[in-house]
């Protein structure tokens, strides 16, 4: 997060407002998920996980999506 210059504010518009794009059911210690959405104005990738025993959302790594790997509208890997 901090390497990227993101804030804990657009983050939070990521998961509350975004899209999930991808699930990783397999996550270890928990299924994860990558969210799509945008946090003052910033297109963002947020990786979390939801512990729902501990009843909080666990940010694993946010970034700006870089468009060598992704399609234009960022939902889609190149391949």
Do not use: C, N
């Not at 210059?5 to 509350?16: D, F, H, T, Y």
């Not at 946090?39 to 025993?53: F, I, S, W």
């Not at 940010?59 to 190149?78: C, G, L």
């Amino acid at each position: 997060m901090l390497e990227h210059g993101i804030r804990s504010g657009q983050i939070r518009q990521v998961l509350e407002a975004g899209e999930r794009i991808e699930t990783y059911p397999d996550g270890t210690p928990l299924p994860s998920y990558l969210m799509l959405g945008k946090g003052a104005g910033r297109v963002l990738h947020v990786v979390a996980a939801d512990d729902e025993a501990q009843d909080e959302t666990i940010v694993i790594t946010s970034y700006e999506p870089d468009p060598k790997q992704w399609e234009s509208d960022f939902r889609t890997r190149k391949r």
